[in-house]
């Protein structure tokens, strides 16, 4: 991987050049990130880029191109420089594991460290978090929407070449089956999926060649795209070409509900009766709803996921929560409150309470210590009721949890999302607007 | 640069597989991008990231990794991965200029060469100009709202690590000043700025020692963040510090045409006469324009540039228009008409018609022929009228035309933009939702 050094806001290696001046780089801070609110009528929010960020933070070194950059811009004088070449992340990393749901204020992240190791990382921490968290957020509902059928992610084109690898693999941790960017299975162990575009059929004399030629290459297994012409005789043509094996048709355009209803009728008076259906048609989690009752086999979702359905990006912020005072005391800091940009001081962790195995309530600790505080804060819980604590740690001492990255990294966020959806109330399983699916309540044990 | 080569996908692999067993993949064919339409009261696109295009085709190689990958996931066979092995682009592309604008229709870029060839190019093309043209779009619409006070570029954090990057030049390209964003800086010879963060002065003991310590790094030239705690208070305790030559204040939250009011006179007050107001709290045209009147003398802006401002996303597709048939005679192609997915077939130019230097119409001009259609097609001109011709070449047999790419490419994108925009009738400068700014007209000469 590239150095992601200069991934940064040039704020931060100013505010460094001015901190190591007065030594005040040197004290301890905790830093935290968390979202003020969910966008608007949205239930839940979904954490992911945790693993993308534990890889881009072992890549975040200040080799000579990047010194030697910002030498020449006299963008920092030579101590700083001298601090960046040997800058190496050494603190502590605690988080929400990625794939899980937060709320207003839940304390996805905490990072530990001296002020000037844990402030460089802001930009790089916020933008994959962020972006890979708004994608998952609408994922999340995709796949909620589309109960038992695969959801495929085939958005690239609508997004940033190395977005859509991210926005990729953020569906599957939210729940999709696959992706047709090749990149993603490559770097995170992915299913691909494709078979062939309106161009195909285009390209030949007709429809019957481009559709033998596919079929000849891939097998009656595939996928053919039946509505470059006419839906009707294009399924008749690919059941013809392929026989009744033929896997699938993809219809790409077009009164889905009614189209997808009179092309299971045709495939079945074909003899086609295991043929499948996919739809692939700027849908999103409303058309994925809508299409409950028609009879559709899987979806390829585009332009919708890789753009998080209207909220491309979360408000997720960075914020000094608490530092060493110049007595070597450590004190909870926080900007004045101006509206809507209120913030809470103190070193938080957070645990959910569960009912009969149902979400009730996110619970948020607040603490003037370094450490994280101990959820016994949380008092007693009444029968029924258990504390599922939320915050694992991350990095320690520098050290990656290699559990968390790479293709084992997203199984596990995969799989943490299904179970942690699972444990929302039925009544956040709607995708129409509403309040976050449960309430989250701010202690402070002393 | 790494190899672009998997930033696709899958279909476009499986469908030259195809290809290549059946021969078409050796047929000379057309690809043209173009968008449907702009979106939802947008008076004109902006194309950007043709500079990124053509630095990403210059690494679209299947190296070793790459092709070893493919053959591991069984996702084509041996032949196709030889054929990969040795892929250069050889063909031919032209486009419209980066930065210069686009209406419904316009046809951005053309791609010719043989299906094999330019079929692959589908997912990497769309994602560049989708992407950095949302970013170019909005970003326009806000340096329009901002007259002579520059805009710059704050939003990484709400972007992609990399869509980050690409997102800062679109914005420059679109008219903004500098960026927060040291890549950028670094890649493609931005300004970059930025001073420091509310982080800061919460991690010392008070506000003065902050203001201190960073005059002390930074001069009396530097930018002081004033809302951390009181802004009356901050402003005063900024020019106590610094003098009456401190550079300039921030404010990042609260009611800013009232607050850059007060400050302004606060400022004065204080024989700080000199000293600067940017202010940077969500910022996006609408709220740039309604501080027009406030004494504001530059705007920072995030999320919304960086985000397209709504549309995260263009529509635009990569359409074959024109292939050689089996008799060796090119023909134009399309898919047949469903509800807004219609094209039109055959190779297409566009000129744009001015008159008293102010634009009138798009015109473009459909042929059937593989080359260029002649603009002579177009008509007598009225008096006052004179027609810009649109499409410059950008790749000629695989050689790319360097004027295009890097910081040079930037700066003359970001040239052409102005000029551009300048042509565009006055009502179309308005924010307000309206049609496109100009109609565009379809010729067929032949």
Request: aromatic letters at 6%.
């Amino acid at each position: 991987m590239q150095s992601t050094a200069l991934l940064t806001d040039r704020y931060e290696l100013t505010m460094l050049e001015a901190a190591l001046a007065d030594g005040t780089a040197h004290r301890r801070c905790v830093f935290e990130v968390f979202a003020r609110r969910l966008p608007a009528g949205r239930r839940y929010g979904v954490l992911a880029g945790t693993g993308r960020l534990l890889e881009a933070l072992t890549a975040f070194r200040f080799g000579e191109s990047e010194l030697e950059w910002l030498r020449e811009q006299g963008v920092v004088g030579e101590e700083t420089l001298a601090y960046l070449a040997g800058y190496r992340f050494t603190g502590t990393i605690s988080g929400y594991e990625e794939g899980d749901l937060y709320f207003p204020g839940s304390p996805v992240l905490t990072v530990q460290g001296t002020f000037g190791e844990a402030v460089l990382l802001e930009t790089l921490i916020l933008s994959i978090l962020n972006h890979d968290s708004a994608v998952a957020a609408a994922a999340s509902r995709m796949t909620m929407a589309a109960g038992t059928r695969p959801c495929l992610e085939m958005g690239s084109r609508r997004a940033h070449e190395e977005g859509a690898v991210a926005a990729a693999r953020a569906a599957v941790v939210a729940g999709f089956t696959g992706t047709s960017n090749l990149e993603a299975g490559r770097r995170y162990g992915l299913e691909t999926i494709g078979t062939a575009a309106h161009a195909y059929t285009l390209l030949h004399d007709d429809e019957r060649s481009a559709f033998a030629s596919q079929v000849a290459a891939a097998g009656p297994g595939t996928t053919l795209l039946v509505d470059t012409y006419d839906v009707q005789r294009g399924v008749a043509r690919a059941v013809e070409v392929a026989g009744p094996g033929l896997g699938a048709v993809r219809l790409d355009s077009g009164d889905l509900p009614t189209l997808a209803s009179e092309v299971r009728a045709q495939l079945d008076a074909l003899g086609a009766t295991g043929t499948r259906i996919v739809v692939s048609s700027d849908l999103d989690e409303y058309a994925i709803a809508s299409l409950a009752a028609a009879p559709v086999d899987s979806y390829g979702v585009g332009t919708s996921v890789v753009t998080g359905s209207g909220h491309p990006t979360c408000g997720m912020v960075y914020k000094l929560v608490l530092r060493e005072a110049a007595d070597g005391v450590m004190r909870p800091v926080a900007k004045a409150a101006a509206e809507g940009k209120s913030s809470v001081g103190g070193r938080k962790v957070a645990a959910r309470r569960l009912e009969n195995a149902l979400a009730t309530e996110e619970v948020v600790v607040v603490s003037r210590d370094e450490d994280a505080p101990d959820l016994a804060a949380l008092g007693a819980l009444e029968e029924n009721e258990r504390l599922r604590r939320l915050v694992v740690p991350l990095v320690s001492d520098g050290v990656v949890d290699t559990r968390y990255v790479g293709a084992e990294g997203v199984a596990r966020a995969a799989r943490r999302h299904a179970a942690s959806r699972a444990e929302l109330p039925r009544a956040s399983h709607r995708l129409s607007d509403g309040d976050p699916a449960i309430p989250t309540e701010v202690l402070r044990p002393r």
